[in-house]
């Protein structure tokens, strides 16, 4: 992901080099063509705009400097708008004073949540917590089955409604799990929940009905970061609707524009805080935004 973008982006600063000085002019036509790059790259518009502004005004306001070219002075200041749009320092995650910490996962059928909670398991042990899994996704067939087997993978165990009692309601679910962690003494319980294929008031009624009941500290957003546009549209429907604390980016291997990806933390408000970049549970990292400008700048 972002390869045409970090091209693109790469080869307007590299235009600059070897300018002793740069004039306004110089100035508006690397704006215009960051601006085009981003737009390209399915960036939403009134982050590309706000973007650009400060990067121009920055720009032309940059002082003489010794130990930086005019060239130099834009690639970091470009950096270091671009870290600020991804959201500044890196967030680590909200754990409770008292154990257990409680993660709930919301967002689109597919997004990758199942798979999250399988890799964030695997990525809280490795921290030395003892998480445990709650199926509340109860919509899909077969969720509560995959949750389990990534459990398993992961090594964590996984709290599920018995098999044979109907559907099952997924708020009592995700209670009863609770309880059952603090029984057995696990500090991080993540709580997987249904999504659809398009935003829907069921779901979300969903959602926010198990939020009230188990009281999360963190509510993370899962989303594809290949679905473009859209991607922005469902963020902002899951904040009004749910609410969140922080997004996890997934698919960030795959080959669309992902600017989407770029415009998530503006849009919503809310920092990102992991990123998946594979179908195995060890593609998985916390998400550093100083790390991801230096890649996208290549
Ligand atoms: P859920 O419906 O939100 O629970 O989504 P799933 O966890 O079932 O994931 C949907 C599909 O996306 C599955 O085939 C996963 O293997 C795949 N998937 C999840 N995360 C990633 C990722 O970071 N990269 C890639 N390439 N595929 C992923």
């Known amino acids: 992901m972002f390869n045409t973008l970090s091209d693109r982006l790469t080869s307007v600063l590299q235009n600059l080099r070897g300018k002793g000085r740069l004039s306004e002019a110089d100035i508006d036509a690397t704006a215009r063509e960051i601006r085009v790059a981003l737009l390209e790259a399915d960036v939403a518009l009134p982050v590309v705009r706000a973007f650009i502004a400060k990067v121009k005004e920055r720009a032309k306001g940059a002082e003489v ?19 600020g749009i991804l959201g500044g320092e890196t967030r680590r995650l909200n754990l409770a004073k008292n154990p257990p910490t409680v993660i709930m996962l919301a967002g689109l059928q597919g997004a990758g949540k199942t798979t999250l909670a399988g890799k964030l398991a695997k990525w809280l042990r490795g921290q030395g917590h003892t998480p445990m899994l709650v199926a509340c996704d109860l919509q899909r067939p077969n969720a509560v089955t995959q949750l389990q087997v990534v459990g398993e993978r992961a090594g964590v165990p996984v709290f599920a409604p018995e098999p044979g009692n109907g559907v099952g309601d997924p708020v009592d679910v995700a209670r009863r799990g609770i309880d059952e962690a603090k029984r057995a003494q696990h500090d991080v319980v993540v709580v997987d929940t249904a999504g659809r294929l398009g935003v829907d008031e069921e779901m979300m009624r969903q959602a926010i009905d198990i939020r009230a009941a188990v009281q999360p500290d963190e509510v993370l957003f899962v989303v594809d970061a290949m679905i473009g546009q859209d991607a922005v549209n469902t963020a902002t429907a899951f904040r009004d609707g749910v609410g969140f604390t922080g997004v996890v980016l997934t698919k960030l291997d795959g080959d669309a524009r992902g600017g989407a990806a770029l415009s998530v933390r503006e849009v919503t408000g809310q920092p990102i805080l992991f990123a998946s970049n594979g179908e195995k549970l060890e593609d998985f990292d916390v998400f550093h935004p100083d790390r991801m400008a230096s890649r996208i700048l290549g």
């Open 65 to 83: 400097s010794q130990a930086l070219n005019p060239a130099q002075q834009v690639v970091k200041i470009v950096n270091e708008e671009l870290i």
